[in-house]
T-cell receptor
């Protein structure tokens, strides 16, 4: 089945530093989604990407849909303590077929921000 | 509004109990999902309902029984669970708009403990 390789697995950074994480796949995805999850809560959608090459920002967050449609990255600028959490990438296959709507998740990046 | 609500927030049950998890969305989404999540792992898909019909069952044991009473509601009926079923159960909805702009929004989850 499809797998997403997300890296790094964890990051320990100082407040104010920039963060970068990425996901790669052996298969093509039609949509890339980035989520943040706090302990005991559900994942919150940060950014959705729908076109190869698309670069989208949401405040201090920037994400890009790779041109090959097999990768995506998420950058966080000027990190703050509330950025702490687990970040997941997720890919959706093309519309139609039995796999439609089935998200494939990366293993997550655990982010720790030291004040 | 991108809110998916889930009740209860926490649930403790014995292995002989019957309980139900509830999920609601009012975003007009055509698809609703149940996921199971263990600590620090990505969510694992259990069931997908599309237009109120079960479209995907990821070989989930029959002690988990989903139900979609209408387009806004999704239930998960639990019976004779095992301690290893303890996890965070997440509901998600998605599918509004164009097919090529599919996304999924998650609820806050129900933390289930089976004793």
């Amino acid at each position: 089945g499809q797998q997403l390789n997300q890296s790094p697995q964890s990051m320990f950074i100082q407040e104010g530093e920039d963060v970068s994480m990425n996901c790669t796949s052996s298969s093509i995805f039609n949509t890339w989604l980035w989520y943040k999850q706090d302990p005991g809560e559900g994942p919150v959608l940060l950014i959705a990407l729908y076109k190869a090459g698309e670069l989208t920002s949401n405040g201090r967050l920037t994400a890009q849909f790779g041109i090959t449609r097999k990768d995506s990255f998420l950058n966080i600028s000027a990190s703050i303590p509330s950025d702490v959490g687990i970040y997941f990438c997720a890919g959706l296959p093309n519309a139609g077929g039995t796999s439609y709507g089935k998200l494939t998740f990366g293993q997550g990046t655990i982010l720790t921000v030291h004040p | 509004d991108t809110e998916v609500t889930q009740t209860p927030k926490h649930l403790v049950m014995g292995m002989t109990n019957k309980k139900s998890l509830k999920c609601e969305q009012h975003m007009g989404h055509r698809a609703m999902y149940w996921y199971k999540q263990k600590a620090k792992k990505p969510p694992e898909l259990m069931f997908v309902y599309s237009y109120e019909k079960l479209s995907i069952n990821e070989s989930v044991p029959s002690r988990f029984s989903p139900e979609c009473p209408n387009s806004s509601l999704l239930n998960l009926h639990l019976h004779a669970l095992q301690p290893e079923d303890s996890a965070l159960y997440l509901c998600a909805s998605g599918g509004v708009g164009y097919f090529y702009q599919e996304t999924q929004y998650f609820g806050p989850g129900t933390r289930l403990l089976v004793l």
